[in-house]
């Protein structure tokens, strides 16, 4: 654990150098190489860093965690078309002032109706006017979305949720415009942000221009920003040293990566952080034999983790339950915890004897192996863990296969439950239980993965999210994750570390420490080339 406090000390460091400069320069393209074809430019209806990181610039939230802030918090929550908010004295009215004189990129004027439709349909208040909405269960909680004006729209909540304001600063947020269709989101989208959409092919790249009415006079810097799909991650890497690329993909740079780039280009920035991703192993509860508590025992109780952390991460990454553990986290569980979590006994040789007498009981052994395939998309940070976990398996009688398909169609078969197990990373736009509880583990959300489904369990949700006192909460968090480990909910692997570097003509950068998702606006990065 001391590692990952080094890494979140010097990435905190690092970002005191980042602080707006006083002789920016406009013009330029920004060119970074992405890992592969996202399936939509529809940050609303998709759920992979791989739409949010390209595409944040081409939108604003309400409220934006402070581009230039690590580490995101509530107290680093800015105002964006919001002006000003206020809770009302009961805290379950959120009421918003918002900007006037925006306009879309098509040219319409912002105003409350869009906030309105936009969060009418996210919640699904207002059902059928997106394909999807992987964070509908983030608002289950909001009761309506009165408007007062053109320039004024409440929250109205169920219930108390402090977090709820957090929610809607993240990378995920984005308002969208209520005078075009869903469908045009997943192909042209349009925002207020500070750069307009201009093409996306498919297995090519992304390009964005500057938005020259952007309601922050002076702002974007940069005139466009590019983003080259290189499906191969070495590739990519000799392309960011020999500076045809003037940054890598955000998180794609790891532990062993990060040694050759400072070998190879000593000049580059480098940011090493927690990413809040967790690399896990889903299971679908549905399918035979999996559908069997014992079956789903012997894997959560097979897992090796210190050896994948060794592998993949040189063991620098942070092995913990579901919650991001301290001191980057506020809300997971220190160390001598974890050790009492189901599957996370430090005796490896006793978790799998068990787990060996658990499949002889069901008929398996060293001459009948269960056969299944692990489930994965293709690229290196799910397949080559992947790999790992078939290997590990062997110990307890399975035979496996790494079946890795393309990103689009991942997430499709995912959202289906079109698999049997998986080898899965699951990434927190907040270090905040409200979001990952209800997102990756109530009854029905799109994003539950597993079909987990524990009623009882989600009252305990709603106690933590309504606590007020951070230790009262912590207690009920903890009890939540003792219980998700005990229903071998979605065994959590280790949570994972990522560099992003850049060259130093790239100005202004600042790198998020606890989350992927929400530091990509762009808005003030500038090149000194």
Not at 370 to 383: H, P, S, V, Y
């Amino acid at each position: 654990m001391h590692r990952i406090y080094r890494l979140l000390l010097a990435a905190l460091a690092l970002s005191l150098t980042a602080l707006p400069a006083l002789a920016q320069k406009y013009g330029g393209v920004l060119i970074v190489p992405h890992i592969d074809t996202p399936p939509s430019p529809s940050i609303q209806e998709e759920a992979t860093a791989s739409v949010v990181i390209p595409f944040m610039p081409l939108f604003n939230n309400l409220v934006i965690f402070d581009q230039h802030e690590p580490q995101h918090r509530i107290e680093t929550i800015r105002p964006e078309l919001a002006t000003e908010w206020k809770w009302g004295e009961d805290g379950t009215t959120l009421t918003f002032m918002l900007r006037e004189g925006v306009k879309w990129h098509d040219g319409k004027p912002f105003t409350s109706a869009d906030v309105k439709c936009t969060w009418d349909m996210v919640s699904g208040l207002t059902p059928g006017k997106i394909r999807k909405s992987p964070r509908q269960s983030w608002f289950n909680n909001l009761k309506e979305i009165t408007v007062n004006g053109d320039f004024e729209v409440t929250f109205h909540l169920k219930r108390l949720q402090p977090s709820f304001l957090a929610l809607l600063a993240t990378g995920w947020s984005p308002v969208y415009p209520c005078h075009i269709p869903s469908a045009q989101m997943r192909t042209k989208p349009i925002g207020t942000g500070p750069f307009r959409f201009v093409e996306y092919r498919l297995n090519e790249g992304i390009r964005m221009e500057r938005n020259p009415d952007y309601w922050k006079k002076g702002l974007p810097y940069l005139d466009a920003i590019e983003y080259r799909i290189v499906s191969n991650r070495a590739t990519r890497m000799l392309g960011f040293i020999a500076g045809k690329f003037d940054m890598t993909y955000p998180t794609d740079v790891s532990v062993p990566l990060l040694k050759d780039i400072h070998k190879q280009s000593p000049d580059a920035i480098c940011v090493m952080r927690p990413t809040n991703v967790s690399t896990n192993l889903i299971i679908n509860r549905d399918v035979q034999p999996f559908n069997n508590p014992d079956i789903r025992r012997a894997l959560a109780l097979a897992l090796d983790r210190p050896a994948f952390n060794d592998i993949m991460n040189e063991g620098q990454a942070a092995i913990a339950g579901a919650m991001l553990p301290p001191p980057a986290g506020v809300w997971g569980m220190p160390p001598e915890e974890v050790k009492t979590l189901l599957g996370y006994d430090p005796d490896l040789n006793k978790r799998r004897d068990e787990a060996r007498t658990i499949m002889r009981g069901l008929g398996y052994g060293p001459d009948k192996h269960l056969k299944t395939k692990i489930f994965t998309r293709d690229i290196n940070g799910f397949r080559d863990p992947a790999t790992i976990l078939s290997d590990q398996l062997k110990e307890v009688y399975f035979e496996t296969e790494v079946e890795a398909v393309d990103t689009p169609l991942y997430y499709n078969r995912v959202f289906k439950k079109d698999y049997a197990i998986g080898l899965n990373l699951t990434g927190s736009s907040l270090d905040d239980p409200d979001q990952h509880f209800y997102e990756n583990y109530a009854c029905g959300s799109l994003r539950n993965y597993t079909n987990y489904c524990n009623p009882a369990l989600e009252k305990d949700f709603e106690r933590q999210s309504m606590e007020t006192d951070p230790a009262k909460r912590r207690a009920i968090v903890w009890d939540i994750e003792r219980k998700l480990a005990e229903d071998v909910a979605r065994p959590i692997i280790y949570h994972d570390v990522a560099a992003a570097c850049w060259h130093p003509w790239v100005k202004n950068v600042t790198i998020m420490v606890n989350s992927i998702y929400n530091g990509w606006r762009w808005e003030d990065v500038w090149l000194d080339k």
